[in-house]
């Protein structure tokens, strides 16, 4: 079995909010073995944003250690070298597989204990499959979603292979609008598709969204809206050949990028913790329901000023700023 290990501090997942968290932690003091941060991923925490636009340029490719937060705020990017620096422990590849909030204690799926003062949860989100949906032939070769790091080599590999081809993205929202780009610019011919009247419904009004769909289409971006992918039909080495939308018509497609977005990842704390609209509900230092408990990024759901109400907010500037936030309280 494997032996118990203690801290003051553990971060649960490695993503934008885990990094700026631990930055956070070095500049309010920490001493050397306080903090841990455990990451299903295999590479430090990284600007997840750069995966849809740099990283999937072929011509001009951007790589790690390029984008290690926190590059994408101007800060000093994190290399493993600066966690060591700092005394925190970055422990990589390994998943939490349960977590015991009245125990304070965590297990990974290789039965290693992790016992914490304080947690703070970080476990971002899942992205959303077609194959959930019951999509027929969803699971064909060559339909690609971007969330991690070995999405984007997947996808990079598949663009090199597929040189010339056609993409179809299926989603308007800003995965769908940076692939598209990026694909164009690798001259893939694009096709972009998605059900509402217009891209980003939930940002864009119909004016500013006309302004980018022109945009976009005066780059050779092809447009379909107000339809779905219903199925997708294969050639013989099981690649996506078509993708047969809702309204009857079909598209070629040697490439297909899904992006209908994300499920908060909050499992692990099912049961122990107040949820609200699909996430943790947090105060708005983004404390829960449960003492000594935290939650941070894609996974809060926390008094929003703004709009008077409760709100779950997916996006890279939230992640950073509630990540600090949370800090500056539990060091208080």
């Known amino acids: 079995m494997a032996e118990e ?3 003051k501090y553990v971060i649960v997942g490695g993503g934008v909010a885990a990094g700026y968290a631990a930055r956070e932690f ?3 003091g920490l001493k050397p073995g306080e903090l841990a941060i455990i990451s299903r991923e295999q590479v430090p925490p990284y600007e997840r944003p750069a995966l849809s636009k740099g990283y999937i340029n072929l011509e001009n490719k951007a790589t790690l250690p390029g984008f290690y ?3 994408g705020s101007g800060g000093e990017k994190q290399f493993p070298q600066w966690y060591k620096e700092n005394g925190i422990e970055l422990i990589l590849d390994t998943e939490i597989v349960k977590a015991d909030l009245a125990a304070k204690t965590l297990v ?3 039965g290693q204990v992790f016992k914490y ?3 703070l949860a970080a476990t971002g989100s899942s992205v959303t499959r077609l194959s959930d949906f019951g999509v027929q032939g969803a699971d064909a070769k060559n339909i690609f979603y971007l969330r991690e790091l070995d999405d984007a080599d997947e996808l990079v590999t598949a663009m090199d292979v597929k040189k010339n081809g056609k993409a179809v993205v299926v989603g308007g929202g800003y995965i769908g609008l940076e692939l598209s780009s990026a694909l164009k610019v690798n001259n893939l011919e694009v096709t972009m598709v998605y059900p509402e009247p217009w891209c980003m419904p ?3 009004t119909a004016g500013i969204a006309s302004f980018y769909e022109g945009y976009y289409a005066n780059k050779g971006i092809n447009i379909v809206k107000g339809t779905v992918a219903a199925g997708f039909s294969t050639n013989s080495n099981g690649e996506v050949a078509e993708v047969k939308l809702k309204d009857g018509r079909t598209l070629k497609a040697d490439i297909v990028i899904v992006g209908v977005g994300a499920r908060p990842i909050i499992s692990l704390f099912k049961g122990q913790v107040e949820e609200e609209k699909g996430g ?9 329901s449960v003492p000594d ?3 941070i990024g894609d996974i809060a759901t926390f008094p929003m000023k703004l709009y008077n109400e409760m709100r779950r907010v997916e996006h890279v500037d939230h992640a950073r700023k509630s990540a600090e936030q949370a800090v500056k309280v539990t060091k208080r």
């Open 5 to 7: 290990k203690s801290f």
């Open 26 to 28: 070095s500049k309010q």
């Open 69 to 71: 937060v926190c590059a």
């Open 108 to 110: 990974s799926g290789t």
């Open 117 to 119: 003062q304080t947690l």
């Open 202 to 204: 939930r940002l864009f």
């Open 280 to 288: 943790l509900k947090t105060d708005a230092f983004f404390k829960t």
């Open 293 to 295: 408990v935290y939650a």
